[in-house]
């Protein structure tokens, strides 16, 4: 079996990859090794309607379950700041529904589909890879011009493919979650909570869907106490008034990159999404992230087809591409998770007390030169400031 283009996965990246080759006139296959599409999401399922929008996609209404005004913030001790305007709506998805509609835009485009394939391993062939496919019909060698790894964070095609994806085991938060039904809270509003014995080096969060909510949190495991389910577990307990009538009706664990790969290419392979650790370092989103990804990416393959040039070389434009849209504010958002890694409970409330709404969101957008300022003005953060935020 030959392709053009064979994708391994279809979340959000492998069907937007799958959608944009196939419409673009390459043939194209998807291998995902789950037997249904979007199950057993890893995911709190939460989007920004003006991010999302942005890259031309009009979510269908079924994927949608649950519509935010914005953020409520809470530091340890509880003082909240909420976060809202036009930038702060968003949605709560449906993965499920999500991830099938995304495939069905493909599959109308003319990708082809199996489900139940796994990607077991690839060699070179001539010009192209040969892809060895475990399916529901045996196994399979597919050979294709161009291999997308789109195969989320414990992607194997760059590893096979030569290119270096060791990171730092500090550069992964662990997460745990349940949706829960019966969750007494603000469905306007999704909600995070801080703090060291909240989630160690990261934070919790409730995001609200019609019937039920993704409760969850992620820690960085070095600097926690213990597991990410037992600081779920505690936490649910300590909020009595919001989990009183609650019940787990789905679990979840998962593991997010907080730093991408400076490679993403390989000849005759790209990496797409969480396969090149692509989310937001601060927030730990990759949705947007993700598609976006396969956005850039796609166009870059469809010049390097038509040129018959699908060397390293030729698809670097994808990492260039990528660095100019991201490379910068990236850098700057790491420094920023340094410097919030860092923080004590008693500098969780200090900025609770100084940092309005618009305040936060425009740190989300990595404009540091304001907060820097404004932080500057308390002696017990100066020393964090002048160590992580200042050059
Ligand atoms: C707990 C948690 C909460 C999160 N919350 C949010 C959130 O609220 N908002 C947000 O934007 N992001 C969130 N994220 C991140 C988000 O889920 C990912 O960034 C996003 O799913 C990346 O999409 P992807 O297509 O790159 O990878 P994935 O969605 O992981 O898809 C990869 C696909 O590849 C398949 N696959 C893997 N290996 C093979 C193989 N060998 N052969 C065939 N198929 C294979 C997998 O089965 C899977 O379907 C969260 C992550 C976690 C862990």
């Known amino acids: 079996m030959r392709v053009d283009c064979l994708i391994v996965g279809a979340g959000p990246a492998g069907s937007v990859m799958a959608e944009q080759m196939a419409s673009k006139g390459f043939t194209t296959m998807v291998v995902e090794k789950k037997q249904e599409i979007g199950i057993f999401k890893r995911c709190a399922e939460g989007v920004t309607k003006h991010g999302i929008e942005k890259l031309g996609i009009k979510i269908n209404e079924s994927s949608i379950a649950g519509r935010i005004r914005g953020a409520m913030l809470y530091s340890p001790s509880g003082k909240t700041v909420v976060m809202e305007g036009k930038e702060m709506e968003g949605f709560v998805l449906e993965r499920k529904i999500f991830e099938k509609w995304l495939a069905s835009k493909a599959i109308e485009s003319g990708a082809e589909y199996m489900v139940k394939a796994q990607a077991m391993g690839m060699q070179k062939k001539n010009q192209a890879w040969e892809v060895k496919v475990r399916s529901l019909e045996g196994m399979k060698e597919i050979e294709a011009k161009l291999v997308i790894g789109a195969d989320g964070v414990e992607s194997k095609v760059g590893r096979w493919a030569g290119i270096n994806t060791v990171n730092k085991l500090t550069d992964y938060h662990s997460c745990f979650q349940y949706e829960m039904a019966g969750v007494n809270i603000d469905k306007n509003y999704i909600h995070i909570f801080f703090g060291n014995d909240v989630a160690p080096c990261g934070y919790a969060w409730i995001f609200p869907k019609e019937f039920s909510a993704n409760v969850g949190l992620g820690i960085l495991e070095k600097k926690a106490k213990m597991k990410a389910f037992d600081y779920v577990r505690k936490f649910i307990e300590e909020h009595e008034n919001i989990f009183r009538n609650a019940q787990p009706i789905e679990a979840n664990a998962g593991g997010v990159p907080v730093a991408h790969f400076t490679e993403m290419t390989a000849d005759g392979v790209m990496l797409v999404g969480d396969a090149a650790q692509l989310v937001n370092p601060i927030h730990g989103g990759g949705i947007t992230r993700a598609i976006h990804s396969s956005l850039i990416a796609s166009e870059v393959a469809e010049n390097a087809m038509n040129e018959g040039d699908l060397s390293k070389e ?37 900025l609770a007390d100084i940092l309005q709404g618009e305040d936060i969101f425009q740190l989300t957008q990595a404009k540091l030169s304001f907060f820097i300022k404004k932080v500057m003005t308390k002696p017990s953060l100066l020393g964090l400031v002048k160590k992580y935020l200042m050059d």
């Open 314 to 350: 030729r698809l670097k434009e994808y990492e260039m591409k990528w660095e100019e849209e991201y490379g910068e504010k990236t850098k700057k958002l790491m420094k920023l998770r340094n410097f919030l890694e860092k923080l004590e409970d008693k500098d969780f409330e200090l």
